[in-house]
């Protein structure tokens, strides 16, 4: 891992919060299938300098939970798990079905090649500290906070 700064907020819909010790981030969408989509970006962009990364595997991901918050902590989980177990850097995510308490998406990218890929920051798991998820009228949004 280098001490590489962490991404500008210029990823769509989404802004990065001054947290101490920890990354946090707001994203806003027209519905909850583009923020989650849109946090798992953010999720990764944080992960590692996602400009190296090509889609050459679509991996099926399929996550549940008792409400929406706990849905979006075990989504964006099952990502950094795929990157720890299977090594998946992933640049590219497609939530074909949500609902309340299940999740079921498509992320795209690649093993992690050390010699192209370059990893900013370590992220040890997705927090309940300061989460929400919320849907209006207007459209929606997310707060993540991820332990680093």
Known sequence: MTSAPLPASDLPGVTFLDITADV???VRGPD???VFERAALATFSVLADLDTVQERQAVP?????EDREGLLVE?????LYR????????????????????????????PMDPTRHELRVFIKGVTYHLLAVQETPEGAWVRVVLDI
């Not at 991901?61 to 939970?65: F, L, P, S, T």
């Not at 989504?75 to 990502?79: A, D, S």
């Open 24 to 26: 946090g981030f707001e």
């Open 61 to 65: 991901i399929q996550v549940q939970a």
């Open 32 to 34: 909850l299938k583009t």
């Open 75 to 79: 989504w964006l989980t099952e990502l």
């Open 83 to 110: 990157f720890e177990v299977d090594r998946l850097l992933f640049r590219r995510f497609a939530v074909d079905h949500l609902t309340d308490t299940e999740l079921r998406a498509t992320a795209y990218g690649e």
